[in-house]
């Protein structure tokens, strides 16, 4: 052990360990919360919900239902977010609720599959806008899209393992970006309804598909695509500066606001293209620059690479957390609940969390709709689980007995896990595919792991696991968490 490390360690030893820290501001959490709720759904996903939907009005519709299900979903996690004082979301929630067990399965589900193919769906989108103005009329290469995408993680992940404070400004940053463009798409839009050009809304529920399931579909694989993100406060809750009073403050004021912003835009969309010419665009706000802005166009792309970047970040940041948590719980390496000595930040779980989003990337098949099929089957059984935990709560102890800073009127809880199971259910049945399958494969593999390492508390053979921890701390200079932190998660 050379001198550098021992201080290392020493230094952690006689502090106790190391903890996160209240660091982040409401802005910051609305920034959080908003800036990964807006990537690239909002730019692309009017297509496929005007298809499904048939008609201008039906679409609109979609939105603000889609918007009130991710409104209802947050407030429930609100009380969960005040109740469990943890690091780690739904992870966190079905562990004290459910059990080691099905704890380590949402945690090994949302880490192995989930977290990682959200941020590669992410990234992937940057490097198509990123790549787009230099190859007009084709597809960029496919090597040349993913290299943009490991690039963007590799950024992202090194922002995130130095600083929380930097990680927060270039969140604050790029959310600010796409909501200047989102502000630039509706006023242009609204700038055209001014001019009279309103035929698009005259006769708005002419075509609607009388097929419910076309909506259910719609609602499924773009309307909630758009709107996911309303859970990210709840993986950094122990970061969050004054959580009773900032947390509310954050989800009743962040995500009535993206879907307000979201029936804005489409609207705006409506007032330039007609059902037709929205239908035939590959990307819808692209099409609407070329039309509004004329020369100064190429602001939306630009704009909508930037606001896939900062969802990116969003995404990372709180994925960091969770691997964090697993840590801490033993249900993963405990070294990487280790943090940065000096920085105090998750710094293994950063990279652990970067690792697995770049070999997300890199296998051929990795396209944005076979990513949004694992993530969507994957998420939405891991969100009917947290729901039910807020049932669980209300009779089980210790919770049982809290006082609850913030309460939720049960039958809301119970709606959401219905919607919850609902969204699981119905893509099976009306659109089977070998992904669910796979993701289902996935989520049950992780009793391969989970039995001899963490039910018979096994060790690896000659010391590996020793070995690679004191690799992380002397070249990584992490150190472990204090006692207090991890009684708390």
């Known amino acids: ?85 943890a690091t780690g979301a739904e992870y966190s929630y079905c562990n004290d609720a459910y059990g080691s067990l099905i704890g380590f399965l949402v945690g090994w589900t949302l880490i192995i599959m989930a977290k990682p193919a959200g941020l590669a769906v992410m990234v992937t989108a940057f490097a198509d806008y990123t790549s787009a103005p230099f190859y007009p009329g084709c597809d960029a290469p496919e090597v040349l899209k993913k290299f943009l995408s490991i690039c963007a993680i590799m950024f992202i992940m090194i922002v995130n393992g130095l600083s929380v404070k930097a990680s927060e400004r270039m969140q604050i940053i790029f959310t600010v970006v796409k909501l200047v463009l989102i502000s630039a798409i509706i006023i242009g839009g609204f700038a055209e309804i001014a001019k009279g050009n309103t035929e698009n809304f005259e006769n708005a529920f002419e075509g609607t598909n009388p097929s419910i399931s076309a909506w259910e579909t719609v609602a499924i694989y773009n309307g909630m695509w758009s709107y996911d993100g309303w859970n990210q406060l709840n993986f950094v809750s122990q970061e969050l500066i004054n959580p009773e009073r900032n947390f509310p403050l954050v989800i009743i004021g962040g995500i009535p606001l993206v879907t307000l912003l979201y029936l804005l835009v489409n609207v705006s969309y409506f007032t330039v293209m007609s059902p037709s010419e929205l239908l035939q665009s590959p990307a819808v706000a692209t099409t609407f620059g070329a039309k509004v802005f004329g ?27 969770l691997v964090y948590a697993a840590g801490g719980n033993g ?92 969204l699981v259910i119905a893509p099976l049945i009306e659109e089977p595919s ?16 989970y039995i001899p390492f963490v039910y018979l508390d096994w060790n690896l053979p000659f010391g590996i696991y020793n070995k690679v921890e004191i690799f992380c701390q002397k070249y990584f200079e992490v150190v472990p968490v204090s006692a207090e932190e991890l009684k708390t998660e």
């Open 295 to 321: 020369s100064f166009a190429w602001i939306v792309p630009v704009g909508v690479a930037c606001s896939t970047f900062g969802s990116s970040n969003g995404e990372a940041f709180t994925s960091a957390r």
């Open 1 to 85: 052990m050379d001198s550098k490390r021992s201080s290392i360690i020493s230094k952690a030893s006689s502090a106790g360990g190391v903890k996160l820290q209240r660091n982040l501001t409401v802005w910051g959490g609305i920034a959080l919360v908003v800036g990964t709720m807006i990537g690239s759904g909002i730019f692309v996903s009017p297509t496929g919900i005007l298809k499904e939907s048939g008609s201008v009005g039906s679409s609109l519709i979609i939105w603000v239902i889609t918007g009130a299900i991710s409104t209802l979903c947050a407030l429930c996690y609100i009380e969960l977010g005040l109740l469990v004082d």
């Open 434 to 449: 070998l992904a669910y399958l796979l993701a289902t494969c996935i989520i049950f593999g992780g009793l391969i792991f």
């Open 331 to 422: 249900h993963f390496p405990r070294f990487l609940a280790y943090l940065s000595n000096e920085r105090l930040t998750p710094l293994m779980a950063v990279v652990f969390n970067a690792i697995i989003g770049i070999l997300m990337v890199l296998p051929e098949s990795s396209n944005i709709e076979n990513l949004l099929d694992y993530f969507s089957f994957a998420m939405w059984t891991i969100y009917a689980l947290t729901f039910i935990s807020i049932i669980v709560f209300r009779y089980r102890k210790p919770y049982c007995d809290v006082e609850r800073k913030f309460k939720i009127w049960l039958p809301l809880p119970i709606l959401a896990a219905a919607i919850s199971l609902y």
